[in-house]
């Protein structure tokens, strides 16, 4: 028997900064519903999906930026989203921020959760790639300060599996990186979910051409990570103007083959779903994108360390 999982991808228009918790979650609860009626065993929301993406905004009180945090999950606001799934027998993604005590000191992830059909958070991966700036950056049309706001996450890329199925996670810029979806794929991954966050236009870079492409990168980095880990990657937007900030949509379900099987066409709350055959995996990995058959780590190793190559120093703080 072919084993199947049907994925629904949960799109999401512009949260407003006043908008509560509940108002958001009511939105969740209603794109699960929806997802339960197209058949979906797992719903994925995208990044930060309970807030508006507050590292457009310079804060300088810290109470200001803790607003934006859970600080326990599920916590009030959160639980009728639990409450639905388990009524429902659906699992789901959540993307939020994290606010976390680790042997007494206060750390601050951009989280994702993978909860299973039962309630049960079985899977948290904390966002590695933390793109935008430290300092505030007045002029510009708005700020990504996701490096003041975050740090980068400690929990490396695990796969989980649940329902049967190897899952593993990523959050937004991750999505970019061709090691997010090796070290998973090196697992055995068979469906990776990431939620978005992803301007049209960034604001320090003065390139018109780069902009024109966003939508083709955004793609073109989940289908490739698709096809070269033999994989299932389910990317899902916060999309449209959210205060003022143009965010784009084109959530995907993209096979193994690298094709997008479904795709969102609005910039508003939206979900498309696809049943997602992991057999289809099976010809690329067993054959040749056998990763234990057929990587060459040595000679990766040598021609780095021949020429020199490292990644150049990026500035990080002002400090
Ligand atoms: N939220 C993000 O991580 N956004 C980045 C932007 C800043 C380029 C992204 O990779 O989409």
């Known amino acids: 028997m072919r084993k199947e999982i049907t994925i629904g991808a949960a799109q999401l228009g512009p949260i407003a900064r006043s908008d509560s918790r509940k108002v958001v979650v009511e939105r969740l609860i209603e794109l699960m519903r929806k997802a339960k009626k197209s058949g979906c065993d797992i719903v ?8 508006s993406f507050f590292p457009r905004w310079y804060m300088e009180n810290q109470e200001d930026v803790d607003s ?3 600080h326990e999950m599920p916590g009030t606001a959160t639980k009728p989203l639990f409450q639905f799934a388990v009524e429902n027998e659906i699992g789901f993604y959540l993307g939020y921020a994290e606010l976390s005590q680790e042997s007494g000191t206060v750390h601050r992830y951009n989280t994702s959760i993978l909860v299973d059909k039962n309630g049960k958070i079985v899977g948290k991966f904390r966002k590695v790639h933390i793109p935008g700036h430290f300092d505030h ?4 049309s708005f700020q990504h300060l996701e490096k003041r706001y975050f740090e980068s996450g400690n929990l490396g890329f ?3 599996e649940s329902e049967g199925v190897k899952m593993g996670m990523c959050i937004c810029n991750d999505r970019r990186w061709p090691e997010t979806y090796r070290v998973m794929g090196l ?3 068979e469906v990776v979910l990431l939620g ?6 960034y604001p320090p870079n003065e390139s018109p051409e780069a902009d024109a492409l966003t939508l083709f990168h955004n793609h073109l980095s989940m289908q490739a990570g698709a096809y070269q880990n033999s994989t299932w990657v389910v990317g899902v937007a916060k999309a449209g103007c959210e205060e ?6 084109q959530s995907a379900i993209i096979a193994p083959s690298g094709e997008i099987v479904a795709q969102s066409v609005t910039l508003g709350d939206e979900l498309v779903a696809a049943v997602c055959d992991l057999d289809l995996g099976r010809p ?4 040749h994108l056998n990763l234990g058959m057929h990587r060459e780590i040595d000679s990766y190793q040598l021609i780095t360390e021949r020429k020199g190559v490292g990644p150049p120093l990026g500035k990080r703080s002002s400090g």
């Open 44 to 51: 994925v929301y995208p990044e930060l999906a309970l807030t």
């Open 68 to 70: 934006f945090f859970e």
């Open 137 to 140: 950056e007045p002029s510009w």
């Open 158 to 160: 695990p796969v989980w």
């Open 187 to 189: 697992q055995g991954v």
């Open 196 to 201: 978005y966050n992803t301007p049209t236009h």
């Open 244 to 249: 003022g900030c143009d965010m784009i949509g």
């Open 284 to 287: 690329y990995r067993e054959n």
